[in-house]
T-cell receptor
Framework: SQQGEEDPQALSIQEGENATMNCSYKTSINNLQWYRQNSGRGLVHLILIRSNEREKHSGRLRVTLDTSKKSSSLLITASRAADTASYFCATDIGGANSKLTFGKGITLSVRP | AAGVIQSPRHLIKEKRETATLKCYPIPRHDTVYWYQQGPGQDPQFLISFYEKMQSDKGSIPDRFSAQQFSDYHSELNMSSLELGDSALYFC???????????FGPGTRLTVL
């Protein structure tokens, strides 16, 4: 990937545990978004965090952004088997209609 | 809520054939993006359109072309198909001023 690099690449946890996935990027960004993809299916938008924000919550999701370290983390609390999927971070550099640059996905497996 | 519609969902073609993928954005979304996701890869930006004009271009082969029509739907035309074109092709849409991109379910293209 030219931009985001997720860490770790694969994560296996027990249902009920929290899952933390990290993403790093190389250039200055305007926004960072997280997406979920179930096996070979569409990309579901989870959350967007702007470059001037440090933390954002949505339900069981918590996203942080550290622009000084060019990194973001996605925390899923109280994980469920249905959270099993691949997760991608994607960045844009701003401007109208800005394209997304994706990092490599993290495969999350939540064991029942 | 209405989502991005893509058709067909699956397409099988022979080498050197042509393919046309269609995308219908969310109503009132004025920008359409095309992404290609190879097996086990992250999505890669191909091309985007704003108000029927090409707004950005990524790593799209010369064999591919795309356009956005007056009703805002978009078509990706692919000619002289190669085995390496086998991938998931996603369309996404957004509204200018709002950076969230919402993705369709994708078209899975298999080139034999």
């Amino acid at each position: 990937s030219q931009q985001g690099e997720e860490d770790p690449q694969a994560l296996s946890i027990q249902e009920g545990e929290n899952a933390t996935m990290n993403c790093s990027y190389k250039t200055s960004i305007n926004n960072l978004q997280w997406y979920r993809q179930n096996s070979g299916r569409g990309l579901v938008h989870l959350i967007l965090i702007r470059s001037n924000e440090r933390e954002k919550h949505s339900g069981r999701l918590r996203v942080t952004l550290d622009t000084s370290k060019k990194s973001s983390s996605l925390l899923i609390t109280a994980s469920r088997a249905a959270d099993t999927a691949s997760y991608f971070c994607a960045t844009d550099i701003g401007g109208a209609n800005s394209k997304l640059t994706f990092g490599k996905g993290i495969t999350l497996s939540v064991r029942p | 809520a209405a989502g991005v519609i893509q058709s067909p969902r699956h397409l099988i073609k022979e080498k050197r054939e042509t393919a046309t993928l269609k995308c219908y954005p969310i109503p009132r979304h004025d920008t359409v993006y095309w992404y290609q996701q190879g097996p086990g890869q992250d999505p890669q930006f191909l091309i985007s359109f704003y108000e029927k004009m090409q707004s950005d271009k990524g790593s799209i082969p010369d064999r591919f072309s795309a356009q956005q029509f007056s009703d805002y739907h978009s078509e990706l035309n692919m000619s002289s198909l190669e085995l390496g074109d086998s991938a998931l092709y996603f369309c996404a849409s957004s509204i200018t001023g709002y950076n969230e991109q919402f993705f369709g379910p994708g078209t899975r293209l298999t080139v034999l």
